[in-house]
C-alpha cells in the first residue's frame, strides 16, 4: 500500500548550523504535506505545511521544499538550536482521505 | 484554553485485564483520531470519528473499541488488554478532515501490559 518513509533514522547536528530531514512518499495522489515536531514525552506539534501545488514554504526559522517529480519532501531548519532536538515527521494527506499518513520519524540531535 | 487532554498518563495492566483511555478537546473540533505510537513504527491510526456519535476503523483497529457519545470526548477501549498493546496512544482531534487543517495530539498515555 501507499507509504510515507523517511530516508534517515537520526541526525546530529552541530548547533548553529542548518539542518536537513528527508521524506519520501509515494502516493501520487497526496495533495498536502504537513511536518510535526515531537519532543520527549509530548504529542506531536505542527511545524509547518505544503500543498502539492507548491514547491516551497517557508516560516520561521524553517523552509518545506515539494519535489513531486520525485515524491520527495525535505524540512530545513536553519540556525539550529538546543531546542530543535526532536522527532520530526511528516505527514500526508490525499484528497477524499479523512486522515493523515505519517512516516516513522527522523530523531534531531543538536550538539552544543 | 487546554487543547486536547488525554487521561491517564500512565497505566500498566495485566493480560486480559480491561481499561478505557479517555481524550477530552475543548476546541469544538469536529474530527477526532485516536493513534499508537511504537519504536520505529511511526504513528498508525487505531480509529477515529468524524463527528459525535461516528466512528471509523483505522489501520490497526483489532483489539479495541471506541466511542463518542459526546462531541468533546473521544474514548478508546481495550476490552482484554495483551502485551502486543504494550504502546504510546496518542489522541488528536481536527476543525475537519481536509487540508489545512492540522491536528491537535495531547501529550499521551503510556501503556504497558505485563
Not at chain 1, 520561521?60 to 519532501?73: E, I
Not at chain 2, 487546554?2 to 478505557?20: D, H, I, N
Not at chain 2, 461516528?54 to 473499541?65: C, F, I, L, M, R
Request: net charge positive; hydrophobic share 30%.
Amino acid at each position: 500500500g501507499e507509504s510515507v518513509g523517511l530516508h534517515l533514522p537520526t541526525l546530529s547536528v552541530q548547533e548553529g548550523d542548518n539542518s536537513i530531514i528527508n521524506c519520501a512518499y509515494s502516493n501520487s495522489a497526496s495533495d498536502y504535506f504537513i511536518w510535526y515536531k515531537q519532543e520527549s514525552g509530548k504529542g506531536p506539534q505542527f511545524i509547518i505545511d505544503i500543498r502539492s501545488n507548491m514547491d516551497k514554504r517557508q516560516g520561521q526559522r524553517v523552509t518545506v521544499l515539494l519535489n513531486k517529480t520525485v515524491k520527495h519532501l525535505s524540512l530545513q531548519i536553519a540556525a539550529t538550536q538546543p531546542g530543535d532536538s526532536a522527532v520530526y515527521f511528516c505527514a500526508e494527506h490525499y484528497f477524499g482521505n479523512e486522515k493523515l499518513t505519517f512516516g516513522t520519524g527522523t530523531r534531531l540531535t543538536i550538539i552544543p | 484554553n487546554a487543547g486536547v487532554t488525554q487521561t491517564p498518563k500512565f497505566r500498566v495492566l495485566k493480560t486480559g485485564q480491561s481499561m478505557t483511555l479517555l481524550c477530552a478537546q475543548d476546541m469544538n473540533h469536529e474530527y477526532m483520531y485516536w493513534y499508537r505510537q511504537d519504536p520505529g513504527m511511526g504513528l498508525r491510526l487505531i480509529h477515529y470519528s468524524v463527528g459525535e456519535g461516528t466512528t471509523a476503523k483505522g489501520e490497526v483497529p483489532d483489539g479495541y473499541n471506541v466511542s463518542r457519545l459526546k462531541k468533546q470526548n473521544f474514548l478508546l477501549g481495550l476490552e482484554s488488554a495483551a502485551p502486543s498493546q504494550t504502546s504510546v496512544y496518542f489522541c488528536a482531534s481536527s476543525p475537519r478532515g481536509t487540508p489545512n487543517y492540522g491536528y491537535t495530539f495531547g501529550s499521551g498515555t503510556r501503556l504497558t501490559v505485563v
